[in-house]
């Protein structure tokens, strides 16, 4: 199926008595369907079943289709409630790469700092997008956001809490051109390899093919606010 301008991964949501499926559906026009690994639901206070990760061997893995791959811009949207920063302090919320690091593709994960990273595979020098200290809170739900333009500037990815921009701790510009993502499959609570794992709970997972703007951002994070009591 071509690319067209849009989601290209948006989570199902469920609600009530009845526990989901021990799988991830996708509800954009793609179909970028997930399995889970290890993964536990549980239902929180509004009613809304959120999925929990260990910390140590929990994914849900999206596969690589083609709608997937090689975005000239994205946009990157979850709800989280993390437990601690999980493994080695580095836990992935989304991951299309290989390894630990970040070879053949990108990451989103908590940094050490209680910062939220952003960074791009390029053949010279990775690009990297660090949020300020103390950007998340432990034990607490908050929506994160990030925006790329497909720029290798690293100041046009832009980190988003609860719906405000959040500005950058650093940023190092990729160079010697970007490296293709085709090979990596889309993962969330960890890297692809599990040895970068989420601690906590995520939901409502989104993944646009192009970078919204802030009045966008904002108004997700208004339409979803009251399922987490924010």
């Known amino acids: 199926m071509s690319k067209t301008t849009g989601l290209v991964l948006d989570e199902r949501a469920y609600r009530g008595d009845i526990s989901p499926p021990d ?7 793609y179909k970028n369907d997930g399995t ?21 061997t929990s994914i849900v893995n999206c596969g690589s289709d ?22 080695n302090n580095n836990g992935r919320i989304f991951a299309k790469h290989t390894g630990s690091g970040v070879a053949n593709g990108w990451r989103l994960q908590l940094y ?20 300020t200290n103390s950007t998340f809170s432990l034990a607490l739900w908050q929506q994160v956001a990030l925006t790329w ?3 290798a500037n690293a100041t046009t990815a832009l980190h988003y809490v609860n719906g405000s ?5 650093s940023s190092v510009n ?14 969330i609570g960890s890297n692809i390899d599990t040895n970068r794992a989420y601690n906590g709970l995520i939901s409502l997972t989104k993944f ?18 009251h399922w987490f009591g924010v």
């Open 23 to 29: 799988a991830f559906e996708d509800k954009s026009r």
């Open 36 to 56: 889970h690994t290890n993964i536990t639901w549980v239902q929180t206070d509004y009613g809304l079943w959120v999925r929990s990760f260990n910390g140590s």
């Open 66 to 87: 083609p709608s997937l791959d090689n975005l000239a811009g994205m946009t990157l949207i979850a709800w989280i409630n993390p437990t601690s920063l999980g493994e």
């Open 112 to 131: 050490d700092t209680y910062g939220i990273r952003f960074e791009m595979d390029y053949a010279t020098q990775d690009l990297i997008s660090l949020a």
């Open 149 to 151: 333009t497909g720029s």
């Open 165 to 169: 921009a959040i500005g950058l701790q």
């Open 174 to 187: 990729g160079t010697g051109g970007r490296v293709s993502d085709s090979a990596s499959s889309l993962s």
């Open 208 to 225: 646009f093919n192009y970078a919204l703007s802030a009045e966008q951002i904002a108004a997700i994070y208004q339409a979803e606010r």
